[in-house]
Nanobody
C-alpha cells in the first residue's frame, strides 16, 4: 500500500513563505502525475500544481509566479514552495500521486495565512 505523508504546513503571515513536502513510501517513478491540491472551508478541492510524466508542470492561475512544485527522486519526495502567501491561500493542502490504475492521497496539512 502506497503512503504519502505531508509536512511543512503551519501558520504564516501574509507575504511569507512555506515549503510543503510529500514523502512517498515508494519510488516517484511509480507515478505518472504528482501534485498538490487544496481545500478551503466551504469550497471544493482544487488543483494547485502538478508534475506530469514527461516533465510538464501545471499551476492554478491563482498561484502562478508564487508557487513552485519540484521533486527529489532520491528522497521520494515532492515539494511545494509557496512564496508571497495571501489570505486566500489558507486551506488544507493534499499531496496526490497517480499512476494508470490508482489515485493516492496524503492526509493533508493545514496552511493558515494571517494578516
Amino acid at each position: 500500500q502506497v503512503q504519502l505523508v505531508e509536512s511543512g504546513g503551519g501558520l504564516v503571515q501574509a507575504g511569507g513563505s512555506l515549503r510543503l513536502a510529500c514523502a512517498a513510501s515508494t519510488s516517484l517513478f511509480s507515478f505518472n502525475t504528482m501534485g498538490w491540491y487544496r481545500q478551503a472551508p466551504g469550497k471544493q478541492r482544487e488543483l494547485v500544481a502538478a508534475l506530469v510524466l514527461g516533465g510538464n508542470i501545471n499551476y492554478a492561475d491563482s498561484v502562478k509566479g508564487r508557487f513552485t512544485i519540484s521533486r527529489d527522486n532520491a528522497k521520494n519526495t515532492v515539494y511545494l514552495r509557496m512564496n508571497s502567501l495571501k489570505l486566500e491561500d489558507t486551506a488544507v493542502y493534499y499531496c496526490n500521486c497517480k499512476n494508470f490504475l490508482t489515485d493516492y492521497w496524503g492526509q493533508g496539512t493545514q496552511v493558515t495565512v494571517s494578516s
